[in-house]
């Protein structure tokens, strides 16, 4: 293989996996920017969310109508579980929300072994994104430009709505003085919810995406979570322009890292977070020290 | 007000306490007699997959043995604890089941990197562990301890399948992928030892942490080495999404893709993904001896589909354990080692003899190829090859093979 060829070929595999990497990343962020909790049940929401994806597309035949109603559905469990557990929690210390999701991944994981059992399940590929192109001769899934595309969409559609709309601009407000935001006579306990909700929904749709790839097994939280914290650490804790340049920094340091330092395959994502973290304390975009 | 509630949350949690205690004081007493058998085993993480199936086997077996009168004339109890796959915590979990449960006897532990911290403690344990799965060689070579045995196929034996099939293959280059721990590791060595014994070009190979996700950057290296073929020393979720994620690639196409094992749930988690894989089985079920058959029909009657490779090879483990505690008439360290050196027992996969030199079950090797075939909702394991006991099983205390 040439080195041109080869170039592009990883490059385009780092920005697919940069677009599997940011919807994990943005939905935790969203949620800590707006509660200030960290949500240890994200990973969860990203597996449940593979899982429905599947069991729709098993049953209507349409990998469309399940990564559209994946999300809805883990995005509606989401904001249940806030609106009956965590809004509870509000004036207890940021421990209780830990031990709380933490549980919350406990009876997840639980559930879904019940309800879906052990064995890894596929999510067929629709025709349309099951074949090949040629990048410069080398063979390149379409699927893969597919999963490139779709981050693109949904980073400008997220950025968008944060900055145009009205809902957008309550999220903003909320997470930047939340009481004020209470004052002036909007429900700020809604916007969390939708928000978890939201997140969670993120989450879920990363989580059918991937499935094509690494099959929906009960496996996944446990790497999703630790992958999704170092993108929300990295990019600055609850900023979403930073999950986005945490994504795709930590895609291309995993994707070349893992070529040319194949024995540090998994140190090299930490690497570039102490090293992020020691120029910048607060993260990439993160505000606080 | 708040010391009232606070006093009676602890009167609350007292006779909670004091009301477990009392529950499960009978239970205790009618399991005395039990043979209770510690499980440490993954049941989460990526090679949970795994877990389940060594998991369904033994109880499978408890089941059978219990239905018959027990071991003994004991009734034959699994404790079970999850291991997160995390070689310290089936240390501390194991440690646990001796102190705690009384157990005396070991399975299940199902990562060789598990298994290689555990055994170094069974001596002072005085507890005997019987490996249902585990396949670093080592365990039987330099790590091997007294109380150590292995009825399974292991890793080398795998791959020494594998490679003597090779040998007519008119592949001339190789290359491999194998999980970043010991397993894949020692595998890989024997693999490149036998590929130069039959005088094929090792073009090197690479490691990929368990839990890798995104396969492109390992398919790249593939691609690269110019490999007519591949050696996957891959399981769990690893295997499955590597192999979706070749299909993708195609890289199926231009390269033969070989595995030391594949099992029937990766099979069907992947599709069509595995379609063409040539690689070793430590269990096909299809084998076409009676007492394989009466196995699988037993199997089948309970679970409705047939036994996985996994819980085929475990399976095997807990009947070689019953054969020794049966001969032994005790469960004792020191008598069930003595009983289980030398053991033969005709098994689903044919004769298995314990040998006391390193404690490896000798055994048949198969080959397999994953195929189509009508009226199968997916792709089925065809025994393309099998290969008597004495050229598979490797020399004692030894992962190299002479010939």
């Not at chain 2, 034959?76 to 999850?82: L, N, P």
């Not at chain 2, 130069?196 to 398919?219: E, H, L, Q, W």
């Not at chain 2, 029909?297 to 483990?317: C, K, L, V």
Request: glycine share 10%; charged share 15%.
């Amino acid at each position: 293989m040439d080195l041109f060829p080869f170039l592009v070929t990883q490059c385009a595999n780092a920005f697919s996996q940069a677009a599997l990497l940011f919807f994990l990343g943005v939905g935790l962020t969203l949620i800590f920017g707006i509660m200030r909790i960290v949500n240890f049940a994200h990973g969860s929401f990203y597996m449940l969310g593979a899982f429905i994806g599947y069991t729709v597309a098993h049953v209507t035949g349409s990998f469309w109508l399940g990564l559209l109603l994946s999300p809805v559905l883990a995005g509606l469990i989401g904001t249940s579980f806030e609106m009956g557990l965590l809004r509870r929690l509000y004036r207890r210390d940021t421990s209780a929300f830990l031990m709380v999701t933490f549980g919350l991944t406990l009876v997840m994981g639980e559930a879904i072994r019940l309800l879906w059992g052990v064995q890894g399940l596929q999510l067929p590929l629709p025709s349309m994104l099951a074949g090949i192109v040629f990048l410069f001769d080398e063979p390149f899934p379409v699927y893969r430009l597919f999963l490139i595309a779709a981050g693109a969409v949904l980073a400008v559609a997220i950025w968008q709505f944060l900055e145009r709309t009205r809902l957008g601009l309550l999220i903003r407000a909320t997470s930047q003085n939340a009481e004020m935001v209470h004052a002036l006579g909007v429900d700020v306990n809604l916007v969390r919810s939708g928000i978890f909700g939201m997140g969670c929904g993120l989450a879920a749709f990363g989580g059918v995406l991937a499935a094509p790839l690494v099959t929906a097994s009960l496996g996944m939280a446990a790497n999703a979570i630790v992958d999704s914290f170092v993108i929300v650490i990295i990019g600055g804790m609850g900023s979403f322009p930073g999950s986005l340049c945490a994504a795709v920094l930590v895609a291309f340091v995993q994707v070349f890292g893992t070529y040319y330092f194949p024995d540090f395959a998994i140190a090299a994502m930490y690497l570039l977070m102490l090293l992020v973290l020691a120029i910048r304390p607060g993260g990439l975009l993160g505000q606080e020290a | 007000m708040a010391k009232g509630s606070d006093v009676s949350r602890r009167r609350l949690i007292q006779s909670t306490a004091a009301v477990a205690v009392v529950s499960t004081l009978p239970q205790y007493a009618r399991a005395a007699g039990s043979i209770k058998i510690g499980m440490p085993l993954p049941l989460t993480g990526p090679v949970a997959g795994v877990g389940a199936q060594m998991r369904r086997a033994c109880e499978f077996w408890a089941k059978q043995v219990n239905a018959k009168g027990g071991l003994l004339g004991r009734p034959v109890e699994f404790i079970i604890s999850d291991t997160e796959g995390n070689p310290a915590t089936a240390v501390r979990k194991a440690q646990e089941m001796v102190e705690r449960n009384g157990v005396r006897i070991l399975t299940g532990i199902a990562v060789s990197s598990e298994a290689l911290a555990t055994v170094p403690r069974l001596a002072e344990w005085d507890t005997i562990f019987v490996s249902g799965d585990n396949g670093d060689g080592r365990l039987t070579a330099e790590a091997l301890v007294p109380n150590f045995f292995r009825p399974n196929v292991s890793g080398p034996m795998g791959t020494r399948a594998v490679a003597l099939h090779l040998r007519d293959s008119p592949m001339k280059k190789l290359f491999g992928l194998g999980m970043d721990y010991a397993w894949g590791h020692n595998s890989m060595e024997v693999f490149e030892a036998e590929c130069k014994r039959a005088g094929k070009n090792f073009a090197g190979a690479v490691f990929s942490p368990t839990g890798t996700k995104d396969f492109s950057t390992y398919i790249t290296r593939i691609r690269q080495s110019g490999a007519e073929g591949v050696y996957l020393v891959l399981s769990g979720d690893d295997n499955a999404a590597f192999l979706s994620q070749a299909k993708q690639y195609r890289l199926g196409e231009k390269v033969q893709l070989l595995t030391e094992l594949i099992d029937q749930m990766t099979i069907n988690g992947t599709g069509d993904a595995t379609v063409g894989l040539i690689g070793g089985s430590r269990y096909p079920y299809t084998l076409d001896n009676p007492v394989n058959k009466a196995f699988v029909a037993a199997w089948q009657a309970e679970y409705r589909t047939p036994p996985d490779m996994f819980e085929g090879d475990q399976y095997q483990s807990c009947v070689v354990l019953q054969a020794g505690i049966e001969k032994a008439g005790s469960i004792e360290a020191a008598k069930l080692r003595a009983a289980l050196e030398g053991l033969e027992v005709d098994s689903i996969k044919g004769r298995v003899v314990m040998r006391a030199c390193d404690h490896q079950g000798e055994q048949q090797g198969f080959v397999i190829k994953i195929v189509k075939r009508e009226g199968m909702a997916h792709p089925v394991p065809e025994v393309i090859a099998t290969y008597p006991a004495d050229r598979v099983t490797p020399p004692c205390n030894k992962m190299v093979y002479d010939n």
